[in-house]
């Protein structure tokens, strides 16, 4: 089970990633330096190309090395960013989850690795104001938890348009960064469609 999932989770992520480099680029292009989704695509191009040898692992070694990965290839801030979220996913999974439970404790970690890293927390206009409602969607989830997860992501994204930010390279702007979605908000609830798909779908199928 692992190594499939371990492999879909790479494939789409990827994927959505490589489809959406333009739009994230033009996002951080309107409150950034325009390099996110050149950023993301590189990242996510070398997990891919690693996949072999990363899928051999056990899954948190795998999300640990993935994560390694981004550190070493993305120069932007999202690199170090998305590097701790996956080695704090990483560091906590001795294993795929197997219950709620488990996934919380799994995603606390990576969320938590993230706010570290950046010294930031909720209602910044960053990453975070996806990944902290979609870790709360996920301890709260009655039911579907993908379909808490995604309407968490996408509800979060969506919520960054009217902040100011006050981390990152959008705070130069202060009140001119308002009325713009996060580009790393974008590309969190990507990434959160893509592991739900990967979940549900595997490598194939509809994303
Ligand atoms: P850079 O800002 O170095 O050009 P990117 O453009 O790749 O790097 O990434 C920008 C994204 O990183 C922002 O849209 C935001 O979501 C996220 N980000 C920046 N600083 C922080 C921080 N301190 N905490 C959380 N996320 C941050
Ligand atoms: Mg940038």
Do not use: W
């Amino acid at each position: 089970m692992a190594p499939d999932l371990l492999r879909a989770l790479i494939d789409r992520a990827a994927a959505t990633i490589a489809a959406h480099a333009e739009e994230l680029t033009e996002l951080d292009q309107a409150i950034g330096d325009g390099d996110h989704g050149l950023n993301m695509k590189r990242g996510f191009d070398a997990i891919a190309q690693n996949a072999d040898e990363i899928c051999a692992l056990p899954f948190g070694q795998a999300l640990q090395k993935a994560g390694m990965t981004l550190v070493m290839t993305v120069g932007g801030a999202s690199g170090p960013l998305y590097g701790s979220l996956l080695m704090g996913l990483g560091k906590a999974a001795a294993k795929a989850p197997e219950t709620v439970e488990e996934l919380v404790a799994i995603v606390a970690e990576g969320v938590a690795m993230v706010q570290k890293r950046g010294k930031s927390e909720a209602g910044e206009k960053t990453m975070l104001d996806v990944l902290i409602p979609v870790l709360e969607a996920i301890r709260t989830a009655d039911g579907d938890i993908a379909a808490a997860a995604r309407a968490a992501a996408d509800a979060g994204l969506a919520a960054t348009r009217d902040m100011r930010a006050t981390k990152g390279r959008a705070s130069f702007l202060g009140e001119r960064s308002i009325g713009h979605l996060d580009p790393g908000a974008r590309s969190s609830a990507l990434l959160v469609h893509a592991v739900c798909d990967a979940v549900e779908n595997g490598s194939g199928g509809e994303a």
